[in-house]
């Protein structure tokens, strides 16, 4: 029987209903700092072992999984734009087209730095 599903008893001896949602939650939440340092010791070899291998092993899936990516996402980004230039008939090489670029860019990261500057 699971924490949130004991039974307590009444009074009169008989068994109440099963804990509420609320009792529920309260137990699920995660524990606090100082329960977890009481719980686990951190001079405990075969646990800081175990620890050290879950990290590791974790480090590696990730180190893995970028290295076998099919292709970069940059490739894919410019792909599309070349695709989305043609149905719309954009020429990617007028000058003009870069100069309203580079003013959008600048006026975006303005705002962008106005906005962390003052977060109100």
Known sequence: MKKSETKTTTNNGTAAAP??????????????????????????KELCHAALKIQSTFRGHL????????????E???EITKKVAEELDIDLTDPELNKAATKIQASFRGHK???EANPE
């Open 19 to 44: 804990a509420t949602n609320v009792e529920a939650a309260s137990s699920s939440m995660e524990p606090t700092k100082a329960e977890l340092e009481a719980e686990f010791d951190p001079n405990d």
């Open 113 to 115: 730095t106005r906005k």
């Open 63 to 74: 180190a893995r999984k970028l290295v076998n990516k099919d292709e970069p996402e940059d």
């Open 76 to 78: 894919d980004i410019e």
